[in-house]
C-alpha cells in the first residue's frame, strides 16, 4: 500500500518502516515462521484471531519501534492507520516526532456504522475477502480514479487478496469497538498533516478540518482528484504534502 511513498522518502535520504498489520499482507505459513518483528519478516503479533482492539495495533508498533531501537518516528496513518496512530498518541506519546493523519476520523463508530461493520464480517465469512471489496470500491475509490486510473482498483484489489478472513474480521472488530479519540486532539503537540482526498465519500474534507482545528499548530492538505485512498489515487500529490510536511515541520 505505501510502496508509493516508501520510494519518495528514500530518494530524500529519510528511513521508512512499512509494517503489517495482523492478518494483513502475505499471511502464509511461511511468514509466520518468519521473525513476527523484522522490518521484512511476517505480519506483527503472533495471530490475527488475537486482534481484539485498535490498541492491540498500536502496542505491536510500539514493539517493532522498541525491538528496531527506534525511540521515536514520524508515524502516518491512513484511515483505520489514522486510528492506530491516536491510540498510540494516546497510550505512548513519547513515541511520536510527528503525525500525519490521512483520511481518517477521531470519533468512535456510531451505532449504524458498527452495525454495517458486523454485516461486512459475516460477509466476510461467508463468502471471502474479494466480496468485502466488491462492496467496498465505490466507497474506498474517488470517482476520477475509477474513471481514468483503473490501475489502482486493480492494485487495491490485488493488496487486498493478501489478507485473511480472521486477519479482516479482526479489524472490523477493532474498528467498531475503538474508543472516541476526540479528546486526544487537545493533548498532540507535535508537528502534524491532517490530509484528505477531496472526493474522499468515507471521510470527507470537512472532517479533515475537524481534526485540522483540534490539533492545535496542525496543517491541512486537500488531495485533488483522490477519493478515501489518497495516497494510492494521486501519489504525486500526496507525496509533496508528505515531503513538505517532513522537510518544514519536522
Do not use: C
Not at 519518495?8 to 521508512?16: K, L, N, Y
Not at 487495491?156 to 474498528?175: D, E, P
Amino acid at each position: 500500500m505505501w510502496e508509493p511513498q516508501l520510494a519518495a522518502v528514500a530518494a530524500r535520504g529519510w528511513h521508512a518502516i512499512a509494517p503489517h498489520f495482523r492478518g494483513f499482507g502475505d499471511w502464509s505459513p511461511a511468514s509466520k515462521g518468519s521473525d513476527p518483528k523484522g522490518p521484512t519478516g511476517g505480519p506483527l503479533g503472533s495471530d490475527p484471531v488475537a486482534v481484539s482492539a485498535i490498541d492491540d495495533y498500536a502496542g505491536d508498533v510500539i514493539d517493532l519501534l522498541d525491538t528496531l531501537h527506534i525511540p521515536d518516528a514520524v508515524v502516518v496513518g491512513l484511515s483505520m492507520g489514522g486510528y492506530v496512530a491516536l491510540a498510540m498518541m494516546r497510550l505512548a506519546p513519547r513515541y511520536l516526532h510527528g503525525l500525519v493523519l490521512a483520511d481518517t476520523r477521531a470519533d468512535a463508530d456510531t451505532p449504524e456504522v458498527a452495525a454495517n461493520r458486523d454485516r461486512m464480517a459475516q460477509l466476510a465469512r461467508e463468502r471471502g475477502v474479494a466480496a468485502v471489496v466488491d462492496e467496498l470500491i465505490p466507497k474506498l475509490l474517488g470517482p476520477t480514479t475509477r474513471r481514468d486510473n483503473p490501475a489502482v482498483e486493480a492494485t487495491v484489489r490485488s493488496l487486498a487478496a493478501q489478507n485473511s478472513v480472521s486477519g479482516v474480521v479482526g479489524a472490523l472488530h477493532a474498528l467498531k469497538t475503538r474508543p472516541d479519540s476526540t479528546p486526544v486532539l487537545g493533548s498532540i503537540h507535535v508537528p502534524a498533516l491532517i490530509v484528505a482526498g477531496e472526493d474522499d465519500a468515507i471521510t470527507p474534507p470537512a472532517v479533515a478540518e475537524g481534526l485540522q482545528k483540534g490539533i492545535a499548530g496542525s496543517t491541512l492538505s486537500i488531495i485533488p482528484r483522490a477519493g478515501h485512498l489518497s495516497s494510492l489515487e494521486n501519489t504525486d500529490a500526496f507525496n509533496a504534502a508528505l515531503a513538505q510536511f517532513l522537510e518544514h515541520r519536522v
